[in-house]
């Protein structure tokens, strides 16, 4: 389908309204009569009514707002739908430009529901029309079509109107255009505010009412489908489950909906029916889950618009006023911190809602993620947090379109965009920290305002880019990159696109070469699947075996990744980082060419897999190996650079079982001159420092938290969240630093290592470990003395497996002061371990959302 037509979500609204309709309707404590209620039934020849008690006129009872009688009515008994709504039965079919005009006897926001479904009719194939739908101001759908004679396409808009109102139908040349149902429906004068709150960067915007909104989302989070008979306004709310991305970690709770309280001057049954307010998703097990865990909804949208997004909260689950504080995220940035309902309400279960503006350059990959979660250091209170109902609206764009960069006048505006994009693409890289920067020092000086005090600016000066190519530098999908991401691929002396070595960021292949190498990308050669894509075991016509690593369009991760492990990686050798050989980026592809690791991931050899069990020792050397690749990234390069992934699947083992550290596509540039990075979160769970989640404050001891992750986890051979576990062991983290305090680590061991480790060797280890995890990154050691400390188990485990044991007064050498000297040399051999180094000197883009890689 093309121009913004039927999707499976819109599919999956209408079969679970449908399916529903059955259900008995509950009794709103108030019901809101719209001033203008216009419902037609297109092409039917009888008034319908629905189950909801609404009736729509028939096309000869509204012939009177249509501008033509020219146009063709079709109809048929039934359609191949189960339980179809009787709206679909019918169509209006347009030969010509067309229109419906309504009298407005109260301008103000107006609900536009459209019904589209492809009737079959005797000589045109509905299937093939494409046209356009406007408003008097607003592009609604641009050459919208529907492909298949089995779909349905709902489509919902909240549009300010004036005196007359138009709805204008424009087939495409020798095409037609067709509707089955339209509703234009007053919604109250309270429903949508003209401000909001900005997320990127923090603020309070206004003239919301300017623009017009197109509803993408309406979900009642932890209930079942809500039908508009049991709306206060005709709407429909669809269960979360499909968009909960971690459903093992929630759990949902629900009360009468007549319990429900609506604050006055807040929220009001208009706002959302008491029974959304009724359900919720909480934190399951939230007294035993780390404080860095997050309930998350993901929600796929068109990443050239802006949008509005609105959280519904009622605190259905606490006892007493001021128990439950939480945080609320949008795409990785911060919405509202310490958020207390009863605060805010003076009382249990009572609505509050809360309006989010994203803007189109904050949005990544095509996706919103909505996460709330605890607060941090909090002296009382549940360690809990709730969200009861969740609407997602898109924003038209300065062309005034809902769907593409054509006005109502049919002029394309994408040539302000264009040139602003080439501007963007020049300095995108050398903006990036200055951007950062501007965006750190907006927020401490807000965090300084009085309490209370909040600036506001036009919704009309807000950045909404218009992102009509995506082709540009900027583009995370690109549909056709006809040139290189970083500059021509022709090498000046050969002509030939294959070599970059003038610009140091290694060796072009083209996309046909790496189809040989794969075989065509053959799903035998596949070893690994990761958030960027596959990785495919190839052999290069030389017989050198690799790794290639191919990005999959619909994935997590894209340009932004792509582009900083090729800048990183390109200037950086060292042992213990995997070394990238080349790229290719051409026929719309993203992939990555490294050496091979013919081991594989540290985690392969520790759980769930049937490979032979590491001894002790050889976990050790490991663990070092990965110590001194990170340990060089932090104090090696001139600049730093924070790993910002570190996990077992990202430590790789060559045939000789060396460990590399891989995957930089999260990686930044460490500070010259601050103590952090301020930027948005993003990690994989279950290794991600609680500081950094809770500040968005990123340092180097951040990897050290996440490697003293991987080293309980090297220890006790287990993933390091597991929901299927009692509820105190669910994550590993808090489990092992448990069973530290209490004495009992000894009992949750690897038990096919217990007996090979020596005491004074595990004890050496656990302690390095135990202080990675500290909650404050002040606190934590650098790598460099995790890497001592690792070294020094590793000596006392060799001196306890020898017939003849050490002389003790040689192994008290190797602790302060007498063994300052040796700590000083091992960290010295840690950045100078067989490492030829080049250093990097790149600028990082930032990069948003909390989520594994």
């Known amino acids: 389908m093309k121009g913004g037509g039927g999707s499976p979500t819109s599919l999956f609204l209408f079969l679970s309204l449908l399916l529903l309709f059955h259900f008995p309707p509950f009794t709103s404590s108030k019901k809101y009569t719209p001033p203008d209620n216009y419902l037609i039934d297109c092409g039917s020849t009888r008034p319908t009514k629905l189950d909801d008690g609404r009736t729509f006129k028939s096309d000869h009872d509204a012939s009177g707002y249509l501008s033509t009688e020219e146009d063709i009515e079709v109809s048929v008994d039934s359609i191949p739908i189960p339980n179809a709504l009787p709206l679909y039965l019918s169509a209006r079919i347009f030969q010509q430009e067309s229109r419906y005009t309504f009298f407005i006897s109260q301008p103000g926001r107006h609900w536009v529901r459209l019904y589209f479904h492809p009737l079959p009719h005797p000589s045109i194939n509905l299937t093939s029309a494409v046209f356009t739908l406007q408003t008097d101001k607003f592009v609604l759908l641009h050459d919208f079509s529907m492909r298949s004679n089995s779909e349905i396409v709902f489509k919902e808009y909240l549009i300010n109107t004036t005196e007359r109102f138009s709805i204008v139908f424009k087939p495409k040349k020798d095409s037609h255009a067709f509707v089955n149902a339209i509703e234009v429906v007053s919604a109250p004068d309270s429903l949508i505010s003209d401000s909001a709150t900005a997320v990127s960067p923090p603020d309070t915007i206004t003239g919301l009412s300017n623009f017009a909104l197109e509803v993408s989302y309406r979900l ?5 489908t809500i039908t508009p008979r049991n709306d206060t306004l005709s709407r429909t709310w669809l269960p979360d489950v499909p968009y909960n991305i971690f459903p093992e970690g929630a759990e949902t709770a629900s009360v009468e909906p007549g319990v429900i309280n609506y604050p006055g001057g807040g929220a009001t049954p208009f706002i959302a029916p008491n029974s959304v307010y009724a359900t919720a998703e909480t934190i399951k097990h939230a007294q035993v889950m780390q404080p860095n865990f997050n309930l998350t909804w993901k929600m796929s949208v068109d990443p050239s618009f802006s949008y509005l997004i609105r959280m519904h909260f009622c605190d259905i689950i606490s006892t007493s006023l001021n128990d439950l504080v939480f945080n609320v995220y949008i795409n990785g940035l911060m919405g509202v911190s310490y958020l207390d309902l009863s605060t805010l309400t003076n009382e249990l279960a009572t609505a509050y809602y809360k309006d989010f503006v994203v803007n189109a350059s904050t949005i990544r990959n095509g996706s919103i993620i909505v996460q709330v979660g605890p607060a941090s250091n909090l002296e ?9 109902g969740l609407e997602v609206m898109k924003i038209s764009n300065e062309a005034g379109s809902l769907n593409g960069l054509f006005d109502v006048g049919g002029s394309y505006k994408g040539g302000y965009l264009s040139n602003k994009l080439k501007i963007l693409a020049g300095v995108a890289l050398a903006a990036g920290l200055t951007a950062m920067l501007f965006l750190g020092v907006v927020f401490i000086r807000r965090l300084k305002k009085p309490h209370g005090y909040e600036k506001r600016h036009s919704f009309s000066s807000w950045l909404l880019p218009l992102h009509g190519s995506h082709n540009s530098f900027l583009s995370s999908k690109s549909s056709s990159r006809k040139s290189s991401l970083f500059g021509s691929r022709k090498s000046k002396t050969t002509g030939y696109p294959g070599c970059f070595s003038n610009q140091g960021l290694g060796r072009f292949f083209t996309f046909h070469e790496l189809q040989n190498a794969t075989q065509n990308f053959d799903e035998k050669a596949v070893i ?3 958030g960027f894509g596959k990785v495919y075991l190839a052999e290069l016509e030389g017989g050198t075996k ?8 619909s994935s997590e991760q894209g340009l932004n990744e792509f582009q900083t492990e090729i800048q990183l990686l390109s200037k950086l050798r060292h042992r213990h980082l995997v070394s990238l050989i080349g790229f290719c980026d051409e026929q719309s592809e993203m992939i990555l060419v490294y050496e091979y690791m013919a081991n594989g991931p540290l985690r392969d050899h520790l759980y769930g897999s049937t490979l032979p069990t590491l001894s002790w020792k050889k976990r050790l050397e490991i663990c070092i190996g990965a110590a001194r690749g990170l340990h060089y990234l932090h104090t090696g390069a001139t600049h730093g650079i924070i790993h910002r992934d570190v996990k077992t699947t990202n430590i790789l083992l060559d045939e000789n079982w060396v460990a590399k550290v891989a995957d930089f596509g999260l990686s930044k540039a460490a500070p010259m001159e601050q103590a952090h990075v301020s930027t948005a ?15 968005q404050q990123l340092t180097d001891k951040s990897d050290v938290y996440s490697f003293g992750v991987v080293l309980f986890e090297v220890l006790c051979a287990r993933p390091v969240i597991n929901p299927k576990l009692p509820r105190e062991q669910v994550c590993l983290a808090e489990w092992a630093m448990n069973c530290y305090r209490k004495g009992t680590l000894d009992k949750i061991i690897d038990p096919n290592i217990a007996e090979s480790i020596s005491s004074e060797s595990l004890k050496k280890y656990i302690e390095a470990a135990e202080k990675c995890l500290a909650e404050f ?6 790598m460099g003395d995790v890497l001592w400390n690792l070294e020094y188990a590793l000596q006392l485990q060799e001196a306890a497996t020898q017939i003849d044991p050490p002389d003790k007064t040689c192994l008290i050498a190797l602790d302060e002061p007498n063994g300052k000297n040796l700590k000083e040399d091992l960290e010295a051999a840690a950045v100078n371990d067989n490492s030829q180094v080049e250093v990097a000197s790149t600028v990082f883009s930032p990069l948003g959302t909390v989520q594994g890689r």
């Open 220 to 224: 009642n989070v932890g209930g079942p």
């Open 380 to 388: 009382s209170g549940q360690r809990n947090a709730i969200l009861n």
């Open 528 to 530: 690994g699947v990761g």
């Open 546 to 553: 690799v790794a290639i690593k191919r990005g999959n369009p």
């Open 681 to 695: 979160v993003k990690g994989s769970f279950g290794y991600l420092d609680p500081e950094y989640f809770r500040r």
């Open 777 to 782: 990154g002040v606190d934590r050691p650098g």
